[in-house]
């Protein structure tokens, strides 16, 4: 299975041999065995490379499920044991990656430096559950995953803030109320939050009375930072995604607060519940409480 995913990858028998150190007839070979193993053939071979066919396709996400959980089995025996090369892999959403974990990382090469961690980072929710779904990390560290099969744990809450120009009106103000916002330019990320279908701000906004106008639409949510903290709009984004970024922020009155989770296909142990440990002290907050919204 990982002969063939190797070739799907690369579209190519030979540099799929070249990189798995095979003869390029030893890996047609196996490739024919594992067609005879499923019953029909995984690969249409093509003037400029290689496809799958349509039992391919098919047959293509159970392997790399199948690959992946045989790498994953071996990472996390490894880092339970705290073995010198073990690896723990951590999937995540950019505004988590840039604002939560980096102090985390720090922390974990300070005290156990024996476990390399290796970061996965996606640009939506939807993403990143896909990912972990097929095995490509060990655990991920996002927003509470719905109906999903595997432990979740709850490791504090974030509070979304409103980041605003140095020349603002409101600069200066501790807390701003949403109807207060009415009339601005906003500058929107993809990472915001969807209720009942339709995303978070719309519904707020028509609460309030408005209709936010949408001047940008962003792919991370620390671009959607630095474009408001510069006068483009603004924006919503959580608090710990605006440290080290000179911008004016204030907290929403009510405040709007979400909950932080790690997830997992397997049970969290060894070098996967400690990583919990880290992020939760890192996040130092209570239980989540309930969303303005």
Do not use: K, N
């Amino acid at each position: 299975m990982e002969y063939f995913l190797t070739v799907v990858e690369e579209s190519s028998f030979t540099r799929a041999a070249e990189l798995l150190h095979v003869t390029q007839s030893a890996l047609s070979h196996q490739i024919r065995a594992l067609e005879r193993e499923v019953g029909g053939p995984l690969l249409e071979r093509l003037p400029r490379g290689v496809r799958p066919t349509p039992m391919g396709r098919a047959f293509l996400p159970h392997a790399e499920r199948a690959v992946r959980s045989a790498a994953q089995a071996r990472r996390a025996a490894r880092a339970a044991a705290g073995a010198e090369g073990g690896e723990l892999h951590v999937a995540t959403v950019h505004a988590i990656a840039v604002g939560l974990l980096p102090e985390v990382f720090a922390r974990w090469g300070r005290e156990h430096g024996g476990v390399r961690l290796v970061l996965h980072e996606y640009a939506t929710v939807e993403e990143l559950r896909d990912r972990l779904e097929r095995g490509v990390a060990d655990l991920a560290v996002g927003y509470r995953p719905e109906a999903w099969p595997g432990p979740v744990v709850d490791v504090g809450e974030e509070e979304i803030v409103v980041v605003l120009p140095h020349d603002d009106p409101l600069a200066g103000r501790e807390t701003v109320a949403l109807t207060e916002l009415a009339g601005r330019p906003w500058v929107r990320c993809a990472m915001e939050p969807v209720v009942d279908g339709r995303l978070l701000l719309d519904v707020a906004c028509e609460r309030a009375g408005f209709v936010p106008r949408t001047v940008v639409r962003t792919e991370h949510t620390s671009t959607a930072v630095r474009m408001a903290a510069v006068g483009t709009g603004i924006t919503l984004v959580p608090s710990h995604v605006t440290t080290g970024v000179e911008c004016v922020t204030a907290r929403l009155a009510p405040p709007w607060r979400r909950a932080v989770t790690v997830f997992s296909r397997v049970p969290l142990t060894g070098a996967a519940a400690v990583f919990v440990d880290l992020v939760r002290r890192r996040s130092g907050a209570p239980a989540p409480g309930p969303c303005a919204v």
